[in-house]
Antibody, heavy 121, light 108 residues
């Protein structure tokens, strides 16, 4: 079955970087994109960005431009999200999700279980 | 940027009730809307995509409708497992998405 397995929880100090992984299985990794979504404690869902696992093209949310980088390793079917210059308001659960296409419409059908990132001095 | 506004923010209902959640887009998004269910401590789960298509395995009591700027998610007969938070999500061109702020469905 289609699965996205994310890396474990992280605790970081302000100003540090974090890199979260998302290992895919059960489907052809390069046939789909991966989106990253985060959720601060008690808050709603915030889309962070998207990467094509086929060619590495990316699109990032404007508020994170310059601080976030998304990459993939097709040899291991793994997607990565790196966030730099961490602040306390980056404390959140970070989710990866597979992006499915229907003609020109794209949506997220399978999600990882989430990775908790805590930013604290 | 396209903004998504859900209403209500919280909804109190009883088992067996018919429940409707509304999502409005700040401009037309055709039918490029999905609905997700999220329970505490869990990842979101896809319920509806392309405004009205039911995801495989999702109970038929869930349905979606609408196009353009106004959309609804309806649960025809609320079940105990349905108490959760629901999010709408729009897809904009070139791989950009926006979520609504969420609607929490609580036990009355």
């Amino acid at each position: 079955q289609v699965q996205l397995v994310q890396s474990g929880a992280e605790v970081k100090k302000p100003g540090a970087s974090v890199k979260v992984s998302c290992k895919a299985s059960g489907y052809t990794f390069t046939s789909y994109g991966i989106s990253w979504v985060r959720q601060a404690p008690g808050q709603g869902l915030e889309w962070m960005g998207w990467i094509s696992a086929y060619n590495g093209n990316t699109n990032y949310a404007q508020k994170l431009q310059g601080r976030v980088t998304m990459t993939t390793d097709t040899s291991t079917s793994t997607a990565y999200m790196e966030l730099r210059s961490l602040r306390s308001d980056d404390t959140a659960v970070y989710y990866c999700a597979r992006v499915l296409a229907q003609y020109y419409y794209y949506y997220m059908d399978v999600w990882g279980k989430g990775t908790t990132v805590t930013v604290s001095s | 940027d396209i903004q998504m506004t859900q209403s209500p923010s919280t909804l109190s209902a009883s088992v067996g009730d018919r429940v409707t959640i509304t999502c409005r887009a700040s401009q037309s998004i055709s039918s490029w809307l999905a609905w997700y269910q999220q329970k505490p401590g869990k990842a979101p789960k896809l319920l509806i995509y392309k405004a009205s298509s039911l995801e495989s395995g999702v109970p038929s009591r869930f349905s979606g409708s609408g196009s353009g700027t106004e959309f609804t998610l309806t649960i025809s007969s609320l079940q105990p497992d349905d108490f959760a938070t629901y999010y709408c999500q729009q897809y904009n061109s070139y791989f950009t998405w926006t979520f609504g702020q969420g609607t929490k469905v609580e036990i009355k």
